[in-house]
């Protein structure tokens, strides 16, 4: 009978439209033009994420008070509640609060605070990798955040939303790691690029805060997304600087007018570390307060007392830009300027304290601005107009401060730099950042973003050893096949018609001991992945895919990955410590999200037998023996040692040997157990009977 040619049109659809995409897959990560296909998509999708969200703050804040942006009119009630007078100031935190909480609480408990340690922890010790609801739920919950008062950045949630995207990208064409950390990067600085109209900016912060590299192949694709990003953004946003209401003429007219920047460069890295002091030691007063209550009550209940704060200085509300604007104008007295900067650091400690999500960027630049004005304007009282234009000042200080409490000189100085649009101040500002930058690591260790990872146990600003897995990947550490193994080319029962199925093989190897699905790995995936996939898949080694996912090239086992290590190790030892530490510090679900079956070596099985004392294959070796089309032994356990299966290796009773055979139907296997990694070798799942 003549058999059919496919079982249905619909079936080989699918399948036809799956190998596409896997082909397009692997052309990407296995090739260099295709990480900049991939930051292409990034800095367009960080581009658009960007504008939609400022435009989602947009909304939520005139939801709230009846305009775009809010703060600068004082005491003024909402156009949509003007029942409620001033008194609105304190019930819409509690109101923003209960939708926010929730949300956050629920679904990505990371979008909690200002972003970017999280960012930079998956950058440095969780190889790029970010759940991909983070975006969505940073978006929201930061956008109500702020439109209901909150006194955050929006910069810090854009970065954690584009670097999500990047990373979701990333895994889901199933970048190695070293290119999924500079894609995550290229997020980074997509958003930044797009929210302030700086692509330099959004270069520096990328590759400066987050990648922590300053290599040519990671600055190029950093630059490729932020350049698109800052494209998109100007579609819709202008491309006019994003401060755009200073005074004209504003320069440095004598030499000596540069001592009082080194001196405002003093003081600004004082208040930029003490800005970081308030921050943590509020959100550690937050935390003894609430101590184990419901989480997402906790940002309507702390709600009540940032409203009292905003209704005490309302120009504290939201991000405060246009309260920016009107310092630089010289709209406030001195006293109220140093209100204002005093007020921000505790209104923005406080908001993320009690469970807000938003940055600590624009606050920065707030607090640099405000104090730098009043510094202005006492030395204009001092010595008239030759100490130059207090906004001079007020711009020295945005930098400033920020590179006392972030410790991102280059970031600093090409933000104020083009926000500002005035490049005639690049000396006086980068004599102020680098003086700053300067007293700021001799004081202190820790940056604003880094020491909220420092109390978690992680250091990411720890000397660099050696690393032994920098240049080697799982094709380096393999047992190689001579002839590798065609996994597009399916098995049919009948081509296994030799071995008769599991029957004869168990007269000649013994009982089958245990059977499970592959879980493979690609020739590019670093070894600190490959590594992270046998402990949780490889109690006896796992395939090597190449990026196409077409072949099988070889095995890897632990004993290959050490082997590979102490070859390339020299004198340092990696902190292994810290790195577990910190991949762990997420969600109790953070391991098994990590790693995705999308690499799952389909149609295969990898069957175990245990070599009883009278099976035929007992003193013969691998290579005796006759294999069907398609089994390919992979491993063998002997004497207690964990080995390749070599072809001369001789097999001995008590061995287990473990071979890669495609899934027929005589491969009966318990699936949810197969699928199932905590089944490990001591487990009674783990066993299963052949057919």
Same mark, same amino acid.
């Given at each position: ?151 955050v950045g929006r910069e810090g949630p854009i970065v954690q939303i584009g670097s999500a995207l990047a990373s979701s990208l990333g895994q889901w064409v199933r970048m190695p790691e070293n290119r999924l ?154 006293? &109220?300027?140093?209100? $204002?900067?005093?007020?921000?650091? @505790? /209104?923005? =400690?406080? !908001?993320?304290?009690?469970?807000? #999500?938003? %940055? ?62 005035? &490049?005639?101040?690049? $000396?006086?500002?980068?004599?102020? @950042? /680098?003086? =700053?930058? !300067?007293?700021?690591?001799?004081? #202190?260790? %820790? ?133 577990h530490q910190a991949a762990e510090w997420a969600e109790p679900h953070g391991r098994a999200a990590e790693h995705d079956l999308h690499s799952q070596l389909a149609g295969y099985r990898i069957v175990e ?83």
């Open positions: 009978m003549e058999r059919p040619t496919v079982a249905s049109d619909p079936v080989r659809a699918p399948r036809s439209v799956s190998d596409a995409a896997g082909h397009v897959a692997g052309w990407l990560r296995g090739n260099q033009f295709g990480l900049f296909c991939v930051a292409i998509a990034v800095g367009v999708g960080a581009g658009f994420g960007a504008v939609a969200f400022r435009y989602l703050i947009y909304g939520f804040t005139w939801l709230a008070t009846g305009h775009t942006e809010f703060g600068q009119q004082g005491w003024v009630a909402s156009a949509h509640l003007p029942w409620l007078g001033i008194g609105f100031f304190v019930l819409i935190p509690v109101l923003g609060g209960l939708l926010y909480g929730p949300l956050i609480s629920r679904f990505a408990r990371e979008a909690r605070g200002h972003g970017v340690p999280e960012v930079m922890i998956a950058v440095a010790e969780n190889g790029g990798r970010i759940r991909p609801q983070v975006s969505v739920v940073k978006a929201l919950a930061s956008a109500l955040c702020i439109g209901v008062g909150g006194s950390r500079v894609l995550v990067a290229c997020g980074a600085a997509g958003g930044i690029s797009a929210t302030f109209n700086a692509p330099i900016t959004g270069v520096f912060f990328g590759v400066e805060l987050i990648l922590r590299e300053f290599s040519i192949e990671a600055i190029f694709t950093v630059m490729l997304s932020a350049m698109l990003a800052d494209v998109i953004a100007r579609i819709f946003l202008g491309s006019a600087p994003f401060f755009t209401q200073l005074p004209a003429g504003i320069a440095l007219h004598h030499i000596y007018n540069y001592l009082l920047v080194a001196v405002l460069a003093v003081t600004a890295a004082l208040i930029g570390l003490g800005f970081k002091n308030i921050l943590y030691r509020i959100e550690d007063l937050c935390d003894r307060v609430w101590r184990n209550r419901p989480e997402w009550a906790r940002p309507a209940v702390g709600g009540v007392v940032l409203g009292l704060l905003l209704l005490a200085v309302p120009q504290l509300y939201g991000v405060g830009y246009p309260v920016m604007y009107a310092a630089f104008a010289g709209h406030y007295a001195l006293w &109220f300027l140093v209100i $204002l900067a005093a007020g921000k650091m @505790i /209104a923005t =400690s406080l !908001t993320i304290g009690i469970g807000g #999500s938003g %940055g600590v960027f624009a606050p920065s630049l707030f607090i640099g601005a405000t104090s730098g004005m009043a510094f202005g304007v006492i030395v204009d009282h001092l010595l008239g107009p030759a100490a130059g234009q207090p906004a001079l000042y007020a711009i020295v200080g945005m930098g400033a401060v920020f590179a006392s409490a972030a410790r991102g000189p280059l970031t600093a100085l090409a933000s104020v730099v083009e926000m500002t649009g005035d &490049f005639t101040l690049t $000396l006086p500002v980068m004599l102020g @950042i /680098a003086v =700053s930058t !300067t007293v700021s690591r001799a004081i #202190s260790y %820790g940056t604003i973003y880094t020491t909220k990872l420092l109390r978690r146990g992680t250091d990411i600003d720890r000397p660099a050893p050696t690393h032994a897995f920098a240049d080697l990947t799982a094709t380096d550490a393999m047992h190689q096949f001579t002839i590798p193994l065609d996994i597009t080319h399916r098995i049919d029962a009948a081509d296994t018609a030799q071995g008769d199925g599991h029957r004869d093989w168990t007269g000649l190897l013994g009982p089958v001991t245990r059977v499970r699905e592959p879980q493979a790995v690609f020739g590019n995936d670093s070894l600190a992945q490959a590594l992270r996939q046998l402990v949780l898949y490889g109690r006896d080694g796992l395939p090597v895919i190449d990026t196409d996912a077409r072949r099988v090239q070889g095995w890897l086992t632990n004993q290959n990955v050490l082997r590979a290590v102490a070859t390339q190790l020299t004198a340092a030892e990696p902190d292994i410590a810290a790195g037998h245990t070599l009883a004392p009278d099976s035929a294959a007992v003193g013969r070796t691998v290579g005796d023996l006759d294999w069907p089309a398609g089994h390919l032994p992979v491993s063998v356990l002997h004497n207690r040692r964990l080995i390749d299966a070599e072809p001369t290796i001789r097999l001995a009773a008590g061995d287990r040997l473990n071979i890669l055979v495609p899934a027929t139907d005589n491969t009966r296997i318990d699936s949810t157990a197969a699928n199932n990694p905590a089944a490990g070798p001591s487990s009674p799942r783990a066993a299963r009977d052949p057919a």
